[in-house]
């Protein structure tokens, strides 16, 4: 009964975000990184895919054009976006970011990854507060890309997981929904999150399988 509506929700509600903006993984996993960046802050859905388009518009989704564009540059994309609460901190971040990349690309800090945990721990490193959030999102487009990528799945996803007694979610997902996208699988999953957090239950399509309304 649950894989059976989860699959039905992935179906239907996941997404691949990499996808939308026909962003290349393979050659060009900084775009990527980019926007998984942007999904990071606590900010909306819509606003983020609406900033990095603008970043896309004017040509911001490299390294070397976020250093060309500099702060102040960086603050008006970000702020034409809607980032407004979250834009002076992100512009340092993005900054920090292109800093670290700008004499490697992120395919050779996969490489130079000794395994899983380290890629984690290179990714993190890149900039200050690129955290678990950051990190899971980019991560779950790239598995099957990467050698060495494994899911890492968000706090939204965890918490999800966790109220519909999933332990495990990339054990739940082998297990039961192998053959359905697994970045798609955690996204959808990454939704039901937001509503845990945000206290909607109301709104939860899964809300008669969740652990906490019994």
């Known amino acids: 009964m649950k894989s059976k509506i989860l699959r039905e929700l992935t179906e239907k509600y996941g997404v691949r975000y990499s996808e939308k903006f026909h962003i290349d993984l393979k050659r060009e996993p900084f775009k990527w990184f980019l926007l998984a960046t942007l999904f990071g802050a606590r900010i909306s859905k819509s606003l983020a895919l609406r900033t990095y388009k603008i970043f896309e518009i004017y040509n911001v989704t490299s390294p070397q054009r976020i250093l060309e564009e500099g702060w102040d540059s960086l603050v008006a994309l970000l702020d034409s976006g809607g980032y407004t609460r979250y834009d002076f901190k992100t512009a340092d971040k993005l900054l920090e970011l292109a800093k670290s990349l700008s004499r490697k690309d992120m395919n050779q800090l996969h490489e130079e990854a000794m395994d899983f945990e380290d890629l984690v721990k290179k990714l993190k490193s ?62 959808m999953l990454m939704e039901i999150g937001k509503l845990c957090r945000q206290g909607k239950c109301e709104k939860c399509p899964v809300r008669k399988l969740c652990e906490g309304m019994r």
């Open 126 to 187: 890149l900039a200050k507060g690129i955290g678990d959030t950051t990190v899971g999102i980019f991560l779950r487009e790239m598995v099957g890309v990467w050698e060495k990528a494994r899911p890492y799945p968000t706090p939204l996803a965890k918490m999800a997981a966790r109220n519909l007694g999933i332990h495990n979610i990339e054990d739940f997902w082998r297990d039961e929904m192998g053959d359905l996208d697994y970045a798609k699988f955690e996204s």
